[in-house]
């Protein structure tokens, strides 16, 4: 008789490891599809400063691998492959990969979002070395030092407007020649002393070997390119959620980000959401721990009021 896992949870980033932590040790029989390239955005983060518990700082890999041992410690089972296909219309629900099929009597979705990035030629190159896609994550880095801010909407303006509390001076770079961003958050940017603002022009690369020390710039009316001495750069130009797999499934809003209708469960029950999914405000690493701690608690809850026995006992 195959495996019924109590839930299978697809993603392995804070959110997908914190959820197969707490329902693991709630002694539910748990599957992590963790994806080929596990681990989420912390992957690409070189230091992470802000996460209670580490008070001299974590890398960000080891802080994942640090999340993974605990999850197996409890007796989460995980596989990294990825999910091509689900099965919602009837219960156990299937999860398909390129290599096989499981079953479980839940989901947790947790595979996170995506920074949209410009598609520099040395853009990935830098990344964690001066180039990033998150100025509440890193700012603190660039303490009295010069930085440039692409995008054009309230994002960058909060980005380029926070940054400016660490850093000497913000160069808000934007391609058209007005921000679509709220008035008052352009206003806001508009009178800070320590930003300036670059219009119709596009970063054309990111200059550096070992760090960022500055970008080229392309005046997209007259062709023109200058250079731009700079230490870092944080594009702000949106993030994508990781939800393609699940539409026409799964509720979600006109961006892609899942809409639960009861605390972290989506419009099919059995079958919930956590993390950078559900979450185009904060997109940190503790809150979407936080999140994987309220699916796992909401599944624990939702099993049991469906009367279904998942442990791992029930398998031996």
């Not at 997908?16 to 989420?40: C, D, H, K, M």
């Not at 290599?99 to 479980?104: K, N, R």
């Not at 009861?262 to 936080?290: E, S």
Request: glycine content about 10%.
């Amino acid at each position: 008789m195959a495996k019924v896992y109590g839930t299978i949870i697809i993603g392995s980033g804070p959110s997908g490891y914190t959820a197969a932590i707490y329902a693991a040790r709630s002694n539910l029989s748990v599957l992590v599809l963790q994806g080929y390239q596990t681990g989420g955005q912390l992957m690409q983060t070189s230091e992470v400063e802000n996460y209670p518990g580490f008070e001299d700082g974590i890398m960000g890999p080891d802080m994942m691998e640090k999340f993974e041992k605990q999850a197996q410690r409890f007796g989460a089972e995980l596989i990294p492959e990825d999910v091509i296909e689900i099965d919602t219309s009837k219960r156990p629900f299937t999860v398909k990969t390129d290599t096989a099929e499981y079953q479980g009597q839940s989901i947790i979705i947790a595979t996170g979002a995506s920074a949209r990035w410009l598609g520099l030629p040395h853009e990935q190159q830098l990344q964690g070395r001066g180039v990033s896609a998150c100025a509440t994550c890193d700012g603190f880095f660039f303490r009295g030092k010069d930085v440039v801010v692409v995008g054009g909407g309230d994002t960058a303006m909060e980005e380029a407007t926070f940054l400016t509390r660490y850093a000497n001076h913000v160069t808000l770079v934007h391609r058209r020649d007005s921000f679509r961003a709220s008035k008052i958050m352009q206003e806001r940017a508009r009178k800070n002393p320590k930003i300036s603002i670059v219009l119709d022009s596009e970063v054309a690369d990111v200059l550096g070997d070992e760090k960022v020390t500055g970008v080229r710039l392309r005046n997209l009316k007259t062709n023109e390119e200058s250079t731009l001495k700079t230490d870092g750069l944080f594009i702000a130009i949106g993030h994508k959620p990781n939800t393609d797999l699940f539409k026409g499934h799964i509720d979600m809003d006109e961006v892609g980000y899942i809409t639960p209708v009861k605390h972290t469960m989506t419009n099919i029950p059995g079958i919930f959401a956590a993390g950078d999914v559900t979450d185009h405000r904060y997109r940190q690493a503790v809150t979407a721990a936080g999140d994987g701690c309220r699916a796992a608690i909401d599944v624990e809850r939702w099993l049991e009021e469906q009367g279904i026995e998942v442990g791992v006992e029930n398998w031996e």
